[in-house]
């Protein structure tokens, strides 16, 4: 589909097709035209012409296949045509159908088109005029088209955590070049990469404190300038969760949540912006926790930010959502990390038994998500919470 | 030690062979363990052991290993 801009006067689209005994049939079958002219050789013998001559519409019915398929092509609405049928077209003959851009009306949107029939001895059987509408569609190309256009890349915050790692290797997976941030784990980093360079995908390490605006925008700068473009950012950033009782805790216990959890997302959403609205398509992936729904005991700075990060994500969502960028988040129950790894052995297997599908959840399940999130299955969601926890909450 | 000896509280309980009972049973898969034999295990492995099994613990006990590791914590 040529969109009205890109069509200009003089440009060409040609077709070829020859004519079959077939083709007569069929054409008869449709319209009921069995003008013995056309179908009986004996009756055309009789006549001028000699042999059947070919319906002038069969031919001419090639100029809606060259407009409907190739000039403008899908949704092109052709509302007028002039034909002059010039000369008989035989059973064999081989035709060449030309469309040619004569004029085009800005206001309207529509084009005028010279359109011409040949035989293979170049003689014109057929001419007219057609005009037709550039219809454009709902859905414009640029949110769809270019997501799954091989060159995707997402930038994967935290990637050598458990979640970040499952989640690098699954959109690698999905397709995508990976920029995989860490924050002191370079050796991880450099396996991760390695591993997505064993899938067929780039990959790219960055070192950076999330905390800190300036390593943000370095960071992203960094990444645009290795691959162009980032279309994906999932923030799998995550810290030890401390155990603090409400008499011990502090504010900066809350603030250094904050940093993590809404400060550095909104950094990267303000650094990433620019480039994902130039492209009319972004997506956003916020980590949040089932603790927020369903809290528990000496995590209250933990959950209280976890809460705000949605609230971050959904005016978010609906602010940028006119520019094509969807923001979402993913709520997982107990994941069985390394983060986690301290969690007691009790509390595992009772949360195990407490969830209806009787496991934890895995850096997996989360990854899965994600790349349903980060893929155009879910362009029509944002500021959506999915929450990932075997059924422990219902919704 | 504690693992044999809670197979054979469970089975008593439970009325079901000693070898049915492993490291995966639970509320889900034995069919006996109902809410009322629920509370005569509690009863059972308290006796058994010589413990008592915390209220807020009591509803917890859905499978083998949260009791076997429940009764290692109050056995120490």
Same mark, same amino acid.
């Given at each position: 589909?040529?969109?009205?801009?890109?069509?200009?006067?003089?440009?060409?689209?040609?077709?070829?097709?020859?004519?079959?005994?077939?083709?007569?049939?069929?054409?008869?079958?449709?319209?009921?035209?069995?003008?013995?002219?056309?179908?009986?050789? $004996?009756?055309?013998?009789?006549?001028?012409?000699?042999?059947?001559?070919?319906?002038?519409?069969?031919?001419?019915?090639?100029?809606?296949?060259?407009?409907?398929?190739?000039?403008?092509?899908?949704?092109?609405?052709?509302?007028?045509?002039?034909?002059?049928?010039?000369?008989?077209?035989?059973?064999?003959?081989?035709?060449?159908?030309?469309?040619?851009?004569?004029?085009?009306?800005?206001?309207?949107?529509?084009?005028?088109?010279?359109?011409?029939?040949?035989? +293979?001895? $170049? +003689?014109?059987?057929?001419?007219?005029?057609?005009?037709?509408?550039?219809?454009?569609?709902?859905?414009?190309?640029?949110?769809?088209?270019?997501?799954?256009?091989?060159?995707?890349?997402?930038?994967?915050?935290?990637?050598?955590?458990?979640?970040?790692?499952?989640?690098?290797?699954?959109?690698?997976?999905?397709?995508?070049?990976?920029?995989?941030?860490?924050?002191? !784990?370079?050796?991880?980093?450099?396996?991760?990469?390695? +591993?997505?360079?064993?899938?067929?995908?780039?990959?790219?390490?960055?070192?950076? !404190?999330?905390?800190?605006?300036?390593?943000?925008?370095?960071?992203?700068?960094?990444?645009?300038?290795?691959?162009?473009?980032?279309?994906?950012?999932?923030?799998?950033?995550?810290?030890?969760?401390?155990?603090?009782?409400?008499?011990?805790?502090?504010?900066?216990?809350?603030?250094?949540?904050?940093?993590?959890?809404?400060?550095?997302?909104? /950094?990267?959403?303000?650094?990433?912006?620019?480039?994902?609205?130039?492209?009319?398509?972004?997506?956003?992936?916020?980590?949040?926790?089932?603790?927020?729904?369903?809290?528990?005991?000496?995590?209250?700075?933990?959950?209280?930010?976890?809460?705000?990060?949605?609230?971050?994500?959904?005016?978010?969502?609906?602010?940028?959502?006119?520019?094509?960028?969807?923001?979402?988040?993913?709520?997982? /129950?107990?994941?069985?990390?390394?983060?986690?790894?301290?969690?007691?052995?009790?509390?595992?297997?009772?949360?195990?038994?407490?969830?209806?599908?009787?496991?934890?959840?895995?850096?997996?399940?989360?990854?899965?998500?994600?790349?349903?999130?980060?893929?155009? $299955?879910?362009?029509?969601?944002?500021?959506? !919470?999915?929450?990932?926890?075997?059924?422990?909450?219902?919704? | 030690?504690?693992?044999?000896?809670?197979?054979?509280?469970?089975?008593?309980?439970?009325?079901?062979?000693?070898?049915?009972?492993?490291?995966?049973?639970?509320?889900?898969?034995?069919?006996?363990?109902?809410?009322?034999?629920?509370?005569?295990?509690?009863?059972?492995?308290? #006796?058994?052991?010589?413990?008592?099994?915390?209220? #807020?613990?009591?509803?917890?006990? %859905?499978?083998?290993?949260?009791?076997?590791?429940?009764?290692?914590?109050? %056995?120490?």
């Amino acid at each position: 589909m040529k969109t009205y801009a890109e069509i200009q006067v003089g440009q060409k689209e040609t077709l070829h097709h020859i004519i079959t005994s077939e083709d007569i049939s069929k054409f008869v079958e449709l319209t009921g035209d069995d003008n013995r002219l056309h179908v009986d050789e $004996k009756f055309a013998s009789t006549t001028p012409f000699k042999k059947p001559v070919v319906h002038g519409m069969l031919g001419a019915s090639f100029i809606s296949t060259i407009i409907g398929t190739k000039l403008p092509g899908d949704g092109a609405l052709w509302f007028s045509q002039s034909l002059e049928f010039l000369l008989p077209v035989r059973v064999g003959d081989e035709l060449t159908i030309t469309a040619e851009v004569l004029k085009k009306h800005d206001k309207e949107q529509i084009i005028e088109l010279k359109t011409e029939i040949h035989n +293979q001895n $170049k +003689q014109l059987v057929t001419k007219g005029l057609a005009k037709v509408k550039v219809i454009a569609t709902e859905k414009p190309e640029t949110q769809t088209a270019k997501i799954e256009a091989p060159q995707r890349v997402a930038l994967v915050i935290g990637g050598t955590g458990g979640i970040g790692m499952a989640t690098c290797l699954q959109l690698a997976k999905d397709g995508f070049d990976l920029i995989v941030h860490y924050n002191k !784990n370079k050796e991880k980093a450099e396996a991760i990469k390695t +591993q997505i360079e064993s899938l067929g995908r780039k990959a790219l390490c960055i070192q950076s !404190n999330i905390t800190d605006d300036k390593e943000i925008q370095h960071m992203v700068e960094k990444g645009l300038r290795n691959f162009g473009r980032i279309d994906v950012l999932a923030h799998c950033a995550a810290s030890v969760i401390p155990n603090i009782k409400f008499q011990d805790l502090t504010w900066s216990d809350y603030t250094k949540q904050f940093e993590l959890n809404i400060k550095s997302s909104l /950094s990267l959403i303000q650094a990433l912006a620019p480039g994902m609205i130039q492209e009319g398509y972004g997506k956003i992936i916020h980590i949040g926790s089932l603790a927020a729904d369903k809290p528990n005991a000496d995590w209250s700075a933990y959950i209280t930010a976890k809460s705000a990060l949605e609230g971050l994500t959904k005016s978010l969502a609906f602010e940028l959502a006119p520019k094509g960028i969807r923001i979402n988040m993913v709520s997982p /129950s107990l994941v069985s990390t390394e983060l986690t790894a301290d969690v007691p052995e009790k509390i595992k297997l009772m949360t195990a038994a407490q969830t209806p599908l009787r496991r934890l959840a895995l850096a997996e399940d989360v990854a899965g998500v994600i790349s349903f999130l980060a893929s155009s $299955k879910s362009d029509f969601l944002t500021g959506e !919470n999915i929450r990932l926890n075997g059924g422990q909450i219902m919704y | 030690m504690n693992n044999s000896r809670i197979k054979q509280v469970m089975s008593a309980v439970f009325e079901v062979p000693l070898d049915s009972i492993n490291e995966n049973s639970s509320t889900d898969n034995l069919e006996n363990w109902d809410s009322l034999r629920h509370l005569n295990l509690i009863l059972a492995l308290e #006796e058994e052991f010589g413990v008592s099994i915390p209220d #807020e613990e009591v509803g917890n006990l %859905v499978n083998f290993k949260l009791i076997e590791l429940t009764i290692n914590e109050l %056995v120490k």
